[in-house]
């Protein structure tokens, strides 16, 4: 599978210059631009080193307090698709630079011909400058991987929240690099909650305007409220990796895993599953419905795409035996009916008053003072007992109780198939209500029988 496009944009906005009298030249960049970031001039600033070594170390900053160690090599993770073991993006985590080291952030002010090793004369000041610099380096290192997959960023809500001013090195790095911006997948992070939402969301178009992809990272464990979802319509979301890794062992994670896969469905996003390590988990993303993933499962740490291999092979999902279960259908007590209840003293005279209030009762259940069921009388068979050849005279003023049935009870867990079992235990009350009691036999509802027929013909039609 490969990530869609978006329409062709234009590309990210440059340095501004006077202009000089005379023709509009026929790019959008001076003769001077075109010959400084001429492809021979990017080749040769970009080259790896004469030694075997998958990035140049010299275009590292040195760490503060250790010159002579250079920091740790660039990260690259592809992005598989599942169901084709292609790679068909890859992330790129790169050391934040120091304040004066190298890179698109100090060419966009500093000297341009400045050796490869000076450091800049101006970078951009500000709390985000560290996550834009780290940003900018990843696309630096793909560029001397020679990358030719989309790429994928991660970079800081609040350097996104803090306007085009400060992506401005991001910008200069995709120009130099011959990199178009709709290539790019920008993965927000951090906390979105503590930037304000306008200014995010803001920010966010204006990027999409110009042609990046949108994406969140850490969803299921980063403090990002789920509305600014349907509001940014991000093309990517990226699950936790935490939540990846405790998921297939903790049912509660697996369903908020599932979940966030249907949000993400709703408001037309792929999801991304980071941090796969091992088959469990990728049969667990299988079954939440992910399609992208990453992790040390599907490549090992040190794959680089200067190595040409853009195909993985993704273990095939381990099938369980599953021994066969008939299906019993829902519990009672998801299609419970309040029950009609009255004290086990009352009189038949009492009964027939609360029958003819409400045509709708079939059943009368009599309860003892902890509202456990002691009867159960059935509409018709009592009317009939109250209608016939002196009836009222002979029961009217006596206990209710001697027209009674005893109740059928059943647990609110039944389930259909098994409350039908239940009903159909006495031919003569086949259609009387079923009482439905909770842990300590009190009653909750009455469920009946019609309801339980409708849902067991469910069951046989979705079989």
């Known amino acids: ?35 400084e970031h001429s492809p021979a001039s990017i080749a040769r600033r970009y080259a790896p080193a004469a030694a075997a070594q998958p990035y140049d170390q010299r275009a590292y900053a040195p760490v503060p307090g250790f010159p002579d160690r250079p920091p740790s090599a660039p990260l690259f993770l592809p992005v598989v698709d599942l169901d084709t073991g292609g790679a068909v993006a890859v992330e790129v ?84 690099c011959n990199r178009r911006p709709r290539e790019v997948i920008l993965v927000i992070e951090g906390e979105p909650a503590l930037v304000e939402r306008s200014a995010l969301l803001s920010a966010i178009d204006g990027l999409r305007a110009v042609g990046y992809l949108i994406a969140f990272g850490g ?18 979301i990226a699950l936790s990796a935490d939540l990846v890794a405790r998921g297939p062992r903790d049912h509660r994670r697996g369903a908020l895993a599932e979940s966030l896969v249907r949000l993400a469905r709703g408001v037309g996003a792929h999801v991304l ?33 200067s190595h040409g291999y853009n195909r993985v092979h993704v273990p095939l999902p381990v099938t369980e035996a599953v021994t066969p279960t008939a299906t019993l259908g829902p519990r009672v007590q998801e299609i419970l009916l309040p029950a009609v209840t009255l004290p086990a003293e009352s009189t038949a005279e009492e009964v027939v008053a609360v029958l003819s209030a409400e045509p709708s009762i079939t059943s009368v259940i009599l309860v003892d003072e902890y509202q456990r069921p002691q009867g159960s009388i059935d509409r018709s068979r009592f009317l009939l007992f109250m209608a016939g050849a002196y009836g ?15 109740a059928k009870i059943v647990a609110k867990t039944t389930p ?48």
Not at 392 to 406: E, F, Q, T
């Open 93 to 176: 985590i790169a050391e934040g630079a120091s304040p004066g080291a190298p890179g698109a952030a100090g060419t966009a002010t500093g000297p341009a011909n400045a050796p490869a090793n000076a450091p800049a004369t101006g970078t951009v000041n500000g709390p985000a400058t560290g996550t834009v610099n780290a940003t900018v380096n990843g696309v630096l290192a793909a560029a001397r991987e020679e990358a030719l997959l989309p790429l994928v960023l991660p970079i800081s809500a609040a350097a996104v929240a803090g306007g085009s001013a400060g992506l401005a090195p991001l910008h200069e790095a995709i120009r130099m």
């Open 392 to 406: 009222h005279a002979l029961h009217a003023r006596k206990p209710a109780g001697r027209l009674a049935d005893p």
């Open 273 to 305: 599953a980071p941090g796969v390590r091992d088959e469990t988990q990728l049969t667990a993303v299988r079954g939440w419905g992910i399609r992208l993933a990453q992790g040390p499962l599907l490549a090992p740490s040190d794959w680089r795409p």
């Open 219 to 236: 969803l299921g464990a980063a403090a990002l409220p789920l509305d600014l979802l349907a509001d940014a319509s991000p093309y990517v």
């Open 416 to 463: 259909v198939i098994a409350a039908m079992q239940v009903a159909g235990r006495d031919n003569a009350r086949v259609y009387d209500d079923l009482v439905v009691v909770d842990e300590v036999g009190r009653c909750m509802g009455v469920v009946r029988v019609g309801d339980l027929l409708r849902h067991a013909a469910d069951l046989r039609a979705a079989r």
């Open 1 to 35: 599978m490969s990530l869609p496009s978006s329409p062709a944009a234009p590309l990210a906005a440059t340095p501004q210059r006077v202009p000089v009298p005379g023709p509009v030249p026929a790019t959008p960049f001076s003769g001077e631009h075109v010959q």
